[in-house]
Protein backbone atom coordinates (compact mmCIF):
# COMPACT_ATOMS: atom_id res chain seq x y z
CA UNK A 1 0.00 0.00 0.00
CA UNK A 2 1.42 3.29 -0.58
CA UNK A 3 2.22 6.22 2.09
CA UNK A 4 -0.59 8.08 0.78
CA UNK A 5 -3.11 4.77 0.90
CA UNK A 6 -2.01 4.06 3.83
CA UNK A 7 -2.27 7.78 5.53
CA UNK A 8 -6.36 7.19 4.01
CA UNK A 9 -7.22 4.44 5.76
CA UNK A 10 -6.50 5.37 9.12
CA UNK A 11 -8.05 7.87 12.00
CA UNK A 12 -6.81 10.59 12.55
CA UNK A 13 -3.71 10.97 14.58
CA UNK A 14 -4.76 14.73 15.24
CA UNK A 15 -7.73 16.59 14.91
CA UNK A 16 -8.53 20.73 15.42
CA UNK A 17 -12.33 21.20 14.95
CA UNK A 18 -13.33 25.31 14.41
CA UNK A 19 -10.29 26.06 16.22
CA UNK A 20 -10.05 29.48 17.09
CA UNK A 21 -7.15 31.55 18.97
CA UNK A 22 -7.11 35.07 19.64
CA UNK A 23 -4.66 37.34 21.59
CA UNK A 24 -6.43 40.16 22.76
CA UNK A 25 -7.58 41.80 19.67
CA UNK A 26 -5.83 39.65 17.36
CA UNK A 27 -7.13 36.53 16.04
CA UNK A 28 -4.12 34.39 15.21
CA UNK A 29 -6.18 31.11 14.27
CA UNK A 30 -9.84 31.78 13.00
CA UNK A 31 -11.94 28.33 12.84
CA UNK A 32 -9.43 26.07 11.12
CA UNK A 33 -10.38 22.28 11.15
CA UNK A 34 -8.31 20.14 10.20
CA UNK A 35 -6.97 16.16 10.48
CA UNK A 36 -3.21 14.45 9.82
CA UNK A 37 -3.79 10.81 9.82
CA UNK A 38 -0.46 7.96 10.61
CA UNK A 39 1.64 8.23 7.77
CA UNK A 40 1.06 11.48 6.86
CA UNK A 41 2.83 14.64 6.12
CA UNK A 42 0.98 17.61 6.54
CA UNK A 43 2.60 21.05 5.37
CA UNK A 44 1.46 24.43 6.58
CA UNK A 45 2.67 27.30 4.90
CA UNK A 46 1.91 30.76 4.80
CA UNK A 47 3.05 34.51 5.27
CA UNK A 48 4.81 35.49 8.71
CA UNK A 49 2.40 36.27 11.55
CA UNK A 50 -0.33 33.58 9.65
CA UNK A 51 -0.35 32.01 12.57
CA UNK A 52 1.12 28.60 11.76
CA UNK A 53 2.92 28.67 15.00
CA UNK A 54 0.27 29.44 16.85
CA UNK A 55 -1.66 26.43 15.11
CA UNK A 56 0.91 24.35 16.13
CA UNK A 57 0.81 25.33 19.74
CA UNK A 58 -3.05 24.64 19.47
CA UNK A 59 -2.62 21.29 17.83
CA UNK A 60 0.39 20.29 20.59
CA UNK A 61 -1.34 21.59 23.62
CA UNK A 62 0.92 24.03 24.70
CA UNK A 63 -2.14 26.84 23.71
CA UNK A 64 -5.45 26.55 24.42
CA UNK A 65 -7.79 27.61 21.88
CA UNK A 66 -10.37 30.21 22.34
CA UNK A 67 -13.07 27.93 21.00
CA UNK A 68 -13.21 25.22 19.10
CA UNK A 69 -11.09 21.49 19.94
CA UNK A 70 -8.03 19.12 19.16
CA UNK A 71 -7.77 15.86 19.61
CA UNK A 72 -4.86 13.79 19.69
CA UNK A 73 -5.28 10.32 19.14
CA UNK A 74 -8.79 11.30 20.47
CA UNK A 75 -7.66 12.53 23.63
CA UNK A 76 -6.96 15.98 24.80
CA UNK A 77 -3.41 16.92 23.46
CA UNK A 78 -2.24 17.54 27.42
CA UNK A 79 -3.46 13.98 28.06
CA UNK A 80 -1.46 12.35 25.25
CA UNK A 81 0.99 10.20 26.54
CA UNK A 82 4.39 11.87 25.96
CA UNK A 83 6.44 9.11 23.88
CA UNK A 84 3.36 8.88 21.25
CA UNK A 85 4.23 12.48 20.48
CA UNK A 86 7.24 15.35 19.80
CA UNK A 87 7.41 18.68 18.68
CA UNK A 88 10.47 21.20 17.46
CA UNK A 89 9.48 24.26 18.03
CA UNK A 90 10.55 27.07 15.94
CA UNK A 91 12.94 28.01 18.96
CA UNK A 92 14.89 25.97 20.47
CA UNK A 93 17.89 26.80 22.75
CA UNK A 94 19.14 23.86 24.57
CA UNK A 95 22.04 23.65 26.97
CA UNK A 96 24.63 25.41 24.77
CA UNK A 97 27.89 23.94 26.16
CA UNK A 98 26.46 20.46 26.22
CA UNK A 99 27.86 18.36 22.96
CA UNK A 100 25.30 17.22 20.17
CA UNK A 101 25.57 13.67 21.90
CA UNK A 102 25.04 14.81 25.53
CA UNK A 103 21.74 16.26 24.67
CA UNK A 104 20.27 14.04 22.79
CA UNK A 105 21.42 11.44 25.46
CA UNK A 106 19.55 13.87 27.58
CA UNK A 107 16.36 13.84 25.89
CA UNK A 108 16.42 10.21 25.29
CA UNK A 109 16.66 10.01 29.18
CA UNK A 110 12.80 11.82 29.73
CA UNK A 111 11.16 8.58 27.81
CA UNK A 112 11.04 4.78 28.93
CA UNK A 113 11.87 3.71 25.73
CA UNK A 114 13.87 6.10 23.35
CA UNK A 115 15.89 5.10 20.07
CA UNK A 116 19.68 4.16 20.64
CA UNK A 117 21.55 7.63 20.47
CA UNK A 118 23.87 6.51 17.91
CA UNK A 119 21.09 5.89 15.48
CA UNK A 120 18.99 9.38 16.11
CA UNK A 121 22.65 10.72 15.10
CA UNK A 122 23.04 8.88 12.61
CA UNK A 123 19.75 9.70 10.71
CA UNK A 124 19.95 13.38 11.46
CA UNK A 125 23.34 13.16 9.83
CA UNK A 126 25.32 14.38 12.82
CA UNK A 127 29.19 12.07 12.41
CA UNK A 128 30.96 11.64 15.71
CA UNK A 129 32.91 14.25 15.08
CA UNK A 130 29.98 16.85 15.16
CA UNK A 131 28.41 14.73 18.38
CA UNK A 132 31.30 15.21 20.47
CA UNK A 133 31.37 18.64 19.61
CA UNK A 134 30.42 21.39 22.46
CA UNK A 135 26.28 22.95 20.90
CA UNK A 136 27.59 25.85 21.00
CA UNK A 137 30.60 25.50 18.85
CA UNK A 138 28.39 23.40 16.15
CA UNK A 139 26.95 25.67 12.65
CA UNK A 140 23.75 27.00 12.63
CA UNK A 141 22.65 24.05 10.63
CA UNK A 142 24.67 21.58 12.95
CA UNK A 143 22.87 22.63 15.66
CA UNK A 144 19.26 22.19 13.76
CA UNK A 145 20.14 18.70 13.45
CA UNK A 146 21.00 17.83 17.12
CA UNK A 147 17.28 19.47 17.81
CA UNK A 148 15.68 17.62 15.50
CA UNK A 149 17.52 14.25 16.49
CA UNK A 150 16.19 15.29 20.02
CA UNK A 151 12.72 15.48 18.54
CA UNK A 152 12.78 12.14 16.88
CA UNK A 153 14.19 10.51 20.22
CA UNK A 154 11.24 9.27 21.60
CA UNK A 155 10.47 7.30 18.26
CA UNK A 156 6.81 9.58 18.26
CA UNK A 157 3.96 8.34 16.19
CA UNK A 158 2.93 12.53 15.32
CA UNK A 159 5.91 14.55 15.56
CA UNK A 160 5.56 18.54 14.58
CA UNK A 161 8.26 20.29 13.05
CA UNK A 162 8.39 23.76 12.85
CA UNK A 163 10.45 25.44 10.15
CA UNK A 164 12.66 22.44 10.60
CA UNK A 165 15.33 22.72 7.91
CA UNK A 166 15.36 26.65 8.39
CA UNK A 167 19.39 27.92 8.70
CA UNK A 168 20.49 24.36 7.52
CA UNK A 169 22.25 24.11 3.58
CA UNK A 170 20.79 22.90 0.59
CA UNK A 171 22.46 19.07 1.36
CA UNK A 172 21.91 19.04 5.16
CA UNK A 173 18.35 20.21 3.86
CA UNK A 174 17.87 17.28 1.42
CA UNK A 175 19.29 15.16 4.69
CA UNK A 176 16.71 16.10 6.52
CA UNK A 177 13.91 15.40 3.63
CA UNK A 178 14.66 12.01 3.27
CA UNK A 179 14.33 11.64 7.07
CA UNK A 180 10.76 12.99 7.05
CA UNK A 181 10.13 10.62 4.32
CA UNK A 182 11.47 7.88 6.33
CA UNK A 183 9.84 8.60 9.27
CA UNK A 184 6.00 9.00 6.97
CA UNK A 185 7.10 5.72 5.60
CA UNK A 186 7.39 3.79 8.86
CA UNK A 187 4.00 5.24 9.65
CA UNK A 188 4.43 8.59 11.76
CA UNK A 189 2.12 11.41 11.01
CA UNK A 190 3.84 14.74 10.72
CA UNK A 191 3.10 18.18 10.79
CA UNK A 192 5.81 20.52 9.51
CA UNK A 193 5.14 24.53 9.07
CA UNK A 194 8.18 25.98 6.24
CA UNK A 195 8.64 29.47 4.20
CA UNK A 196 10.37 26.97 1.54
CA UNK A 197 7.84 26.22 -1.11
CA UNK A 198 9.79 23.30 -2.53
CA UNK A 199 10.31 21.90 0.96
CA UNK A 200 6.57 21.71 1.03
CA UNK A 201 6.48 20.47 -2.30
CA UNK A 202 8.38 17.59 -2.01
CA UNK A 203 7.23 16.52 1.64
CA UNK A 204 3.96 17.03 1.64
CA UNK A 205 1.08 14.81 1.35
CA UNK A 206 -0.98 17.43 1.61
CA UNK A 207 -0.72 21.23 2.35
CA UNK A 208 -2.64 23.78 4.14
CA UNK A 209 -2.35 27.27 2.73
CA UNK A 210 -2.84 29.81 6.26
CA UNK A 211 -3.18 33.35 5.89
CA UNK A 212 -4.35 35.58 8.53
CA UNK A 213 -5.14 32.89 10.23
CA UNK A 214 -7.19 31.10 8.15
CA UNK A 215 -6.53 28.27 6.23
CA UNK A 216 -7.76 28.90 3.25
CA UNK A 217 -6.23 26.40 0.91
CA UNK A 218 -5.86 22.22 1.51
CA UNK A 219 -5.08 20.11 -0.92
CA UNK A 220 -2.05 17.38 -2.30
CA UNK A 221 0.35 19.95 -3.85
CA UNK A 222 0.20 18.67 -7.49
CA UNK A 223 -3.47 19.55 -7.31
CA UNK A 224 -3.68 23.03 -5.46
CA UNK A 225 -0.95 23.72 -8.58
CA UNK A 226 -3.52 22.67 -10.72
CA UNK A 227 -6.37 24.78 -9.77
CA UNK A 228 -4.69 27.82 -8.41
CA UNK A 229 -1.05 27.69 -10.26
CA UNK A 230 -2.30 29.98 -12.77
CA UNK A 231 -0.69 29.21 -16.45
CA UNK A 232 2.61 28.24 -17.98
CA UNK A 233 4.57 30.85 -18.86
CA UNK A 234 7.21 31.70 -21.57
CA UNK A 235 9.86 33.31 -19.94
CA UNK A 236 12.96 34.91 -22.11
CA UNK A 237 15.63 36.17 -20.85
CA UNK A 238 17.76 38.91 -23.42
CA UNK A 239 21.35 39.20 -23.23
CA UNK A 240 21.10 43.05 -23.71
CA UNK A 241 19.02 45.20 -22.06
CA UNK A 242 14.84 46.26 -22.91
CA UNK A 243 16.33 44.24 -26.49
CA UNK A 244 12.54 43.03 -26.65
CA UNK A 245 9.87 45.08 -28.52
CA UNK A 246 7.03 43.75 -26.97
CA UNK A 247 4.61 45.27 -29.51
CA UNK A 248 6.22 42.75 -32.48
CA UNK A 249 6.36 39.69 -30.08
CA UNK A 250 3.92 37.29 -31.32
CA UNK A 251 2.28 36.82 -27.66
CA UNK A 252 1.29 39.21 -25.04
CA UNK A 253 3.82 39.93 -22.44
CA UNK A 254 5.43 42.09 -19.68
CA UNK A 255 8.83 42.88 -19.17
CA UNK A 256 10.53 42.72 -15.33
CA UNK A 257 13.83 43.96 -14.74
CA UNK A 258 16.05 44.69 -18.13
CA UNK A 259 16.64 41.21 -19.23
CA UNK A 260 13.55 39.08 -18.27
CA UNK A 261 10.29 38.98 -20.20
CA UNK A 262 6.88 36.63 -19.34
CA UNK A 263 4.38 35.68 -21.68
CA UNK A 264 1.28 34.30 -19.90
CA UNK A 265 -0.88 31.09 -21.02
CA UNK A 266 2.13 29.80 -23.34
CA UNK A 267 2.54 26.52 -24.82
CA UNK A 268 4.99 24.34 -26.83
CA UNK A 269 4.24 26.17 -30.18
CA UNK A 270 4.40 29.60 -28.41
CA UNK A 271 8.29 28.32 -27.71
CA UNK A 272 8.88 27.95 -31.34
CA UNK A 273 7.17 30.77 -32.53
CA UNK A 274 9.37 33.14 -30.06
CA UNK A 275 12.75 31.35 -30.91
CA UNK A 276 11.91 32.41 -34.36
CA UNK A 277 10.57 35.82 -33.31
CA UNK A 278 14.24 36.11 -32.03
CA UNK A 279 16.23 34.88 -34.30
CA UNK A 280 14.67 36.95 -37.46
CA UNK A 281 14.66 40.06 -35.26
CA UNK A 282 18.49 39.30 -34.70
CA UNK A 283 17.88 39.63 -30.57
CA UNK A 284 20.50 37.74 -28.63
CA UNK A 285 19.14 35.84 -25.80
CA UNK A 286 20.56 34.19 -22.69
CA UNK A 287 17.30 31.88 -22.06
CA UNK A 288 13.67 30.70 -22.92
CA UNK A 289 11.91 28.78 -20.98
CA UNK A 290 8.67 27.37 -20.49
CA UNK A 291 7.82 27.74 -17.12
CA UNK A 292 5.34 25.61 -15.44
CA UNK A 293 3.52 26.69 -12.04
CA UNK A 294 4.91 25.81 -9.20
CA UNK A 295 3.48 25.77 -5.42
CA UNK A 296 5.06 29.06 -5.03
CA UNK A 297 2.96 30.66 -7.63
CA UNK A 298 -0.39 29.71 -5.72
CA UNK A 299 1.38 30.88 -2.80
CA UNK A 300 1.99 34.23 -4.13
CA UNK A 301 -1.04 34.35 -6.03
CA UNK A 302 -3.09 33.90 -2.61
CA UNK A 303 -0.58 36.28 -0.99
CA UNK A 304 -1.60 39.04 -3.50
CA UNK A 305 -5.25 38.27 -3.50
CA UNK A 306 -4.91 38.93 0.21
CA UNK A 307 -3.02 41.77 0.15
CA UNK A 308 0.60 40.44 1.01
CA UNK A 309 1.88 42.70 -1.52
CA UNK A 310 5.78 42.85 -0.13
CA UNK A 311 4.97 38.65 -1.07
CA UNK A 312 3.33 39.19 -4.19
CA UNK A 313 5.40 42.15 -5.45
CA UNK A 314 9.17 39.99 -4.96
CA UNK A 315 8.62 39.71 -9.02
CA UNK A 316 9.12 36.51 -10.81
CA UNK A 317 10.68 33.41 -9.94
CA UNK A 318 14.07 32.29 -11.69
CA UNK A 319 13.52 31.29 -15.51
CA UNK A 320 14.50 27.63 -14.14
CA UNK A 321 11.74 25.48 -16.10
CA UNK A 322 10.92 22.76 -18.22
CA UNK A 323 11.74 22.99 -22.16
CA UNK A 324 14.67 25.10 -21.68
CA UNK A 325 16.89 26.85 -24.48
CA UNK A 326 19.79 28.80 -23.86
CA UNK A 327 22.33 29.49 -26.03
N1 LIG B 1 1.72 35.24 22.71
C1 LIG B 1 1.19 36.09 21.84
N2 LIG B 1 0.56 37.21 22.27
C2 LIG B 1 0.00 38.07 21.41
N3 LIG B 1 0.00 37.92 20.07
C3 LIG B 1 0.61 36.83 19.58
C4 LIG B 1 1.23 35.87 20.42
N4 LIG B 1 1.76 34.89 19.65
C5 LIG B 1 1.48 35.23 18.38
N5 LIG B 1 0.79 36.39 18.33
C6 LIG B 1 0.27 37.04 17.12
O1 LIG B 1 -0.51 36.08 16.43
C7 LIG B 1 -0.30 36.18 15.01
C8 LIG B 1 0.20 34.84 14.46
O2 LIG B 1 1.52 34.60 14.93
P1 LIG B 1 2.30 33.24 14.65
O3 LIG B 1 3.62 33.33 15.38
O4 LIG B 1 1.43 32.10 14.98
O5 LIG B 1 2.53 33.32 13.08
P2 LIG B 1 3.47 32.44 12.13
O6 LIG B 1 2.68 32.13 10.93
O7 LIG B 1 4.04 31.29 12.89
O8 LIG B 1 4.62 33.48 11.78
P3 LIG B 1 6.17 33.22 11.30
O9 LIG B 1 6.12 32.64 9.94
O10 LIG B 1 6.72 34.61 11.31
O11 LIG B 1 6.81 32.33 12.32
C9 LIG B 1 0.67 37.33 14.81
O12 LIG B 1 -0.10 38.49 14.56
C10 LIG B 1 1.38 37.43 16.15
O13 LIG B 1 1.84 38.74 16.37
Redesign the pocket.
Known amino acids: MSRHAAAESTRPAVTATAVRKQ ?2 D ?1 V ?1 VRDVSLDVRKGEVFGLI ?1 P ?8 IGLLTGTRVPTEGSVRVFGESPTAVDRSRMSVLP ?1 EFSPHRRLTGRELVSYYAGLYPDPRPVDEVLDRVGLDAGDAATAYTDLSGGQQRRVCVGAALVNDPELLFLDEPTTGIDPAGRRDVWDLVDSLADGGTAVVL ?1 T ?1 YMAEAEHLADRVGL ?1 TD ?1 ELVRVGPPRDLVERFGGETRLAVRTERPRALDLDATPLDGRRYGDYEYRFFDAGPDDLTAMLDHLDAADIAYEEVSLVRPTLEDVYLNLASERGHGCIASAGPAGLAGNAEVTR
Open positions: YGTAGNGAGKSTLQTHLG
